[in-house]
């Protein structure tokens, strides 16, 4: 006889949402965006450079034809494929001391990705690397940047420590003015905008941040000369008799509590909301397997294939076998379960319901399984749907508090209630300590000039700020009217899709590559997208399901704008309607069709 499998507990869907919204409201605050610091004045110190020192260097007042803005994974693969079309004077500008962009900043311990390597770090193919894990660290995925810089000479014409004050259009010469803080004035046919979504460190707005008297930093700018240590792992020593805490329980602390918990005197990990934590499993890559699979055009094949996985493709196999896919699966199936006289909008909608309950109640119950003490359990398991988030996946996270130096401060939704000389309040009770840890992430939802730092003008003195006013208006999220031989490299109004930025960032740099070679073999000064062109598109992207994250009901964080009312703009904070899968196979006709349709070439 076979052995009976026990049933799941049926869920209570009325409990578990009226849980949802009673645990939403306890975060909700007016103030929204407003309650985190914008570092600068006075906290300007958490934005110094603990990595390189700068180097003193002559202005700039040369011409190139292509300058990009932000030298990370955007501005390393669009640059790379420029140079592949024969673009070889491409001049990244990068405020940090290398390349790497997110991956130069935090080198924070524990520091991994938290999607597949084989389809997050970009261009393993083309420089013949082989991931070392399933989800690599830090250190693999900033050498990998370095690795595309020095393969495609990106690094002769780099200018780093370097930030763009201004960036206009000059109408008479047909070429754009870029203007930074180091004196360069210099001039490029065309530029690159890819500054990030997630760069500008903040900190929470707490009374009394500026009077403590220990020692404080932010995880982007990790302090290894405090806490011993280094990126690569080794201990942090220097923590061994300090109370230390760190404030924030998002992605980047999932990722260094384990590492703290095993060096601090003593460890307060202060919670807010808890992340949502599934099973990582990771573990390395047998270069046996990886020679196997990696033949001619491999990791393309595995973008699509993990695109098409949880994003609308219908894929028949899952390379990859992780958590973001795993919702999809559920939901596929629950939805080919169904007769085929009751796939109707409403039921297949139930089904993507159903199936994130089951899921985030498995990971509920795998808190409450993990930590042996049972109020800790309770207090970090996440009362929202997987997607109102960022899903967290580790396997050491929540064995952390099993160790005896560890203790949760929950907050109860609430946050701290003030910094002191000394340390921290929480429910009227002062916790000393001798350093804290802010991992409170990055600005999200700000005006764009202010995440940007410079204002880009178009034609007629239009600035970027006033034509996006009411919301973003393009073409495939690249081309924007007015702002001719202007390429935006980010997810926005093409595939946005989030789980795996790169992939929107590998299809981008073909696109801009390909236009351009045109624009250039054309003998074309400018490139721009029609006025018709881009309010057709637009029409288009609103004909869809709207924003698919962040929703209203979802607990407060930069998915849904802090639980804050985005304004009539958040509409157009969208993706192909027709989904990520196919808007890729689209963008790859509308390229290789050699007329590039409402782009206008003069």
Known sequence: MGTATAAKPAIDKQALLAKYIAERDKRLRSDGNAQYIQIKDAFAHYLDDPYTPVTPREPKTDHVTFAFVGGGFA?????????????????????GGDFGGTWYWNRYPGAQCDTASMVYIPLLEETGHMPSEKYAHAPEILAQCQRIGTQYGLYENALFHTVVEDIRWDEAHKRWVISTD?????????????TGPLHVPKLPGLDGIERFKGHSFHTSRWDYAYTGGDPLGAPMEKLRDKRVAIIGTGATAVQAVPHLAKTCGKLYVVQRTPSSVDVRDNRPIDPVWFKDIATPGWQQRWLENFTANQAGGNASEDLVMDGWTDLSRRIRAR?????????????????????????M??????????????????????????????????????????????????????????????????????????????ASGFEVG????????????????????????????????????????????????????ISNIPHNLTESRRTIAAVVKHAREAGAAEVEVTQEAQDSWVAHLLTGFGRMIGAPDC????????????????????????????????????????????????
């Open 361 to 438: 109640e498995e990971i509920r119950q795998r808190a409450a399984t993990i930590v042996e003490d049972k109020e800790t359990g309770e207090k970090l398991k996440a009362w929202y749907r997987q997607l109102c988030k960022r899903p967290c996946f580790h396997d050491q996270y929540l064995q952390a508090f099993n160790s005896p130096n560890t203790e949760l401060i929950d907050t109860d939704g609430k946050g701290v209630a003030r910094i002191t000389e000394k340390g921290f309040v929480v429910g009227g009770t002062e916790y000393e300590v001798d350093c804290i840890i802010y």
């Open 446 to 497: 700000t005006e764009y000039k202010r995440r940007a730092g410079f204002e880009v003008t178009g034609r007629d003195g239009l600035t970027l700020s006033e034509a996006w006013g009411e919301g973003m208006r393009s073409k495939h999220g690249i081309h924007v009217h007015r702002f001719p031989n202007a390429f935006f490299v980010q997810p926005t109004q093409g595939a946005n899709l």
């Open 335 to 359: 939805i080919m379960a169904l007769p085929r006289d009751q796939m109707t909008p409403k039921n297949m909608l139930a089904a993507y319901e159903d199936s994130d309950f089951e899921k």
């Open 182 to 194: 180091r004196g360069d004035r210099f001039t490029a046919n065309f530029i690159g905008l890819g």
């Open 75 to 95: 501005g390393l693969v669009t640059g790379a494929r420029l140079v592949e079309a024969g673009v070889t004077d491409v001049r990244i500008v990068e405020k």
């Open 555 to 602: 607990t407060p964080g930069y998915y849904n704008n802090e639980g804050q009312d985005p304004g009539p703009g958040a509409k157009y904070a969208v993706g192909y309607p027709e989904g990520a899968t196919a808007y890729f196979k689209y963008l790859d006709g509308w390229r290789n069709a050699g007329t590039f349709e409402g782009l206008a070439f003069r």
